[in-house]
């Protein structure tokens, strides 16, 4: 980010601490401290993560009305990284927001995460927030949902919610650093275009959504004006400079829909349907993108039964005239009280040759120790319609150790 | 059909007349089956809307959770895990019959059923839902000097229990002792009301024993350890409010 939004945020933080300062702290709040260790080695024995971090999350109440129970809350959160394998070091804010609550009304302003659709694992829907694409087999929401300076305004009633955003300076996905594996090989990437503070408003993202909870049924219907998500690239020739690749992301409208419904005790089915229009389609040859109709849509029943999760998941996307289906099937049981955990993860394109199969342990040894071992197994065939190609035998293991405070 | 309705108000003339006549020394008309279950209720809860803190203990692991719980009426709570550390920060949300949860790991919440539970044998309904009145139809099934026996009946699906025999206490309307039922009448959990203590006004239960019918060493003590009338912004009960 460019010093002057740094800025904005900061003058963001100094309004938030002067309304603290002046108001009775009446609840501390949530807090929370994580550290941990991430590690990923690739099975060619090429180390692509080995980073220490530390998180922490704050959200005071700093003001409440006994009579109506609105409130005043600060969301604060930040995180620090040090990757000792690429020597890179970040620090970024991760909340840093004011939040008035009324009966009916939630306006948060500032630097915040919004979460839309239901279906988890690859949620199609939840295009609000841009992602951190370094690592694209990581998929954890809390580390790769990137947070966006919006002003976010909820209003509910009844069965009834209704919302609307806007993101005056917009932010863009965050690619593979250089030299990552996870890049194409031998041809340069330029750094994906950001988004200036002068044009604040005129590049602005903003959209709403509508949703109805009614026996049972929750459905909720949505539109963002935004720019691309997942950034696609074209092959940039200069005069006496070998060529590089340059990625081009474009404005783009995307309604959807999503719902949700239980089913007995035990099964939840989640659906979420995005259209984005105007969406730049990959050229396999790195030519100029064409703008198309991409459909979104993917259905997904968990079962929940004692202490199995069993979750089956459809995914049909169209882009222009390419179909793709994928189908995923994830399998988590807990023992011992949830202290050990094991999952399986498996995702099968149906018409296209992507394969990623991601068994994984988690034992939390203490109650705020825990640690993950993970593998990763990935086929693609470059060039198809699917899209892990570019990984094809990016195979390696993952291990996290975190504690939680 | 006329004949049909005259009988109908008849036959509610004479259950009437009979109530007065014959059922004093029985039962008082304060004590039909749904004023001892909305004042059981009362017992239990303090105001419609209000603050709890409570510890779940489990046999089942050493770990105590400590959860924190704004309820609002019988149709809206939310939950607020605040030990152990590792599950710090999960939020699990009541509307009606429906439930969410929010999950720190993913940053999200999610759609997750009634029975599904929350430690040992303590399901979420057990301390989303605190009030019987409106989610169940009680009726005496036998009455002694002490205590009432309820029989209730679940008034709609997706609640944790189908049925429930609740003993009352006379006089107090302490709920004592209930059992968890399947729809078929079998036994699935005991609970017990214990260590009744002032507590935001009046004596109430402050400690629920909840135990599987047929491993009994299988166990979770709620234990309230706070209780506060509060009112709360009706918007923090959204799903989408979860965080």
Redesign the interface.
């Known amino acids: 980010m460019t010093l002057r939004a740094h800025l904005l945020l900061g003058a963001v933080l100094a309004v938030a601490v002067s309304s603290a300062s002046r108001a009775d702290a009446v609840e501390p709040g949530?807090t929370?401290f994580e550290a941990g260790q991430q590690v990923s080695v690739l099975t060619d024995g090429q180390v692509s993560r080995n980073l220490s971090y530390a998180t922490f999350h704050t959200?005071p109440i700093v003001s409440r009305d006994?009579?109506?129970?609105?409130?005043w809350e600060l969301?604060l959160g930040a995180r620090a990284f040090y990757d000792f394998e690429t020597k890179i070091s970040e620090v970024s804010i991760r909340d840093l927001a004011i939040v008035r609550?009324?009966?009916?009304?939630?306006a948060t302003v500032g630097f915040q995460?919004i979460?839309w659709g239901?279906t988890?694992g690859f949620p199609v829907a939840?295009i609000v927030n841009p992602r951190d694409l370094r690592d694209p087999l990581f998929l954890?929401?809390?580390w790769v949902?990137l947070p966006v300076a919006a002003a976010n305004v909820?209003y509910?009633?009844g069965p009834f919610?209704l919302?609307g955003l806007v993101t005056p300076i917009p932010r863009s996905a965050q690619l593979p650093d250089p030299g990552s594996p996870f890049l194409p090989q031998g041809i340069p990437v330029l750094p994906i275009p950001s988004f200036s503070v002068d044009r604040a408003g005129q590049d602005a993202e903003w959209g709403g959504r509508a949703?109805v909870?009614v026996s049972?049924w929750?459905f909720s219907a949505s539109f963002l004006a935004h720019w691309s998500r997942a950034p696609v690239f074209q092959l940039v020739t200069l005069p006496l400079a070998p060529p590089v690749l340059e990625p081009v992301i474009h404005r783009v409208s995307s309604p959807g829909l999503s719902l949700?419904k239980?089913v007995?005790?035990?099964?939840?089915v989640?659906f979420d349907s995005v259209l984005n229009i105007g969406e730049p389609q990959q050229s396999a040859v790195f030519a100029p993108p064409a703008l198309v109709l991409e459909s979104q849509n993917v259905i997904d029943a968990d079962l929940?039964s004692?202490d199995w999760l069993i979750s089956l998941q459809y995914e049909y996307d169209r882009q222009g005239s390419l179909d793709r289906h994928w189908l995923t099937a994830r399998v988590q049981k807990t023992f011992f009280?949830r202290?050990l955990e094991l999952d399986g993860f498996m995702y099968r394109g149906l018409n296209n040759g992507d394969a990623w199969l991601q068994p994984m342990i988690t034992w939390?040894f203490l109650?705020?120790l825990?640690i993950s071992a993970r593998a990763d197994f990935v086929w693609g065939t470059p060039g198809d319609a699917g899209q892990l190609g570019y990984l094809n035998d990016k195979n390696r293991i993952f291990a996290i150790l975190r504690a939680?405070? | 059909m006329q004949g049909d309705v005259s009988r109908r108000t008849f036959l509610g003339l004479f259950g009437a007349a009979a109530g007065v006549t014959i059922a004093p020394g029985i039962a008082h008309a304060a004590d039909a089956p749904a004023d001892i279950l909305r004042r059981a209720d009362d017992v239990r809860n303090p105001a419609e809307s209000y603050f709890l803190r409570c510890v779940v203990k489990?046999s089942?692991?050493s770990?105590d959770t400590e959860v924190e719980v704004s309820i609002q009426g019988n149709t809206r709570t939310l939950m607020?895990t605040i030990?152990?550390?590792?599950d710090?920060?999960r939020l699990g949300l009541m509307?009606d019959?429906?439930m969410w949860a929010y999950v720190?790991?993913?940053?999200?919440?999610?759609?997750?059923?009634?029975?599904?539970?929350l430690?040992?044998q303590a399901a979420n309904g057990d301390i989303a839902r605190c009030r019987w009145t409106g989610d169940y139809t009680p009726t005496i099934e036998s009455d002694n000097a002490q205590a009432w026996t309820l029989l209730l009946t679940a008034t709609k699906k997706?609640l944790t229990y189908e049925k429930i025999r609740a003993w009352i206490e006379k006089g107090t309307y302490h709920p004592l002792h209930a059992e968890f039922l399947t729809p078929t009448g079998k036994v699935l959990k005991r609970a017990e009301y214990r260590a009744y203590k002032p507590i935001a006004g009046k004596d109430r239960p402050t400690v629920i024993h909840i135990e599987d019918a047929v491993r009994q060493s299988d166990y979770s003590d709620i234990q309230i350890v706070e209780m506060t009338p509060?009112?709360?912004?009706?918007?923090?009960f959204?799903?989408?409010?979860l965080?």
């Open positions: 949530d929370s959200k006994d009579k109506t129970g609105s409130t969301r609550r009324t009966d009916h009304v939630t995460e979460v239901e988890l939840d954890d929401t809390d949902r909820q509910t009633g919610r919302q949703g909870l049972g929750d949700t239980t007995g005790d035990e099964v939840v989640r929940t004692g009280d202290r939390s109650d705020s825990s939680r405070l | 489990s089942s692991t770990d607020k030990r152990p550390s590792r710090r920060g509307v019959e429906d720190p790991n993913l940053q999200r919440s999610v759609r997750i059923s009634l029975a599904q539970r430690v040992g997706g509060r009112t709360f912004p009706a918007s923090i959204y799903p989408e409010n965080k």
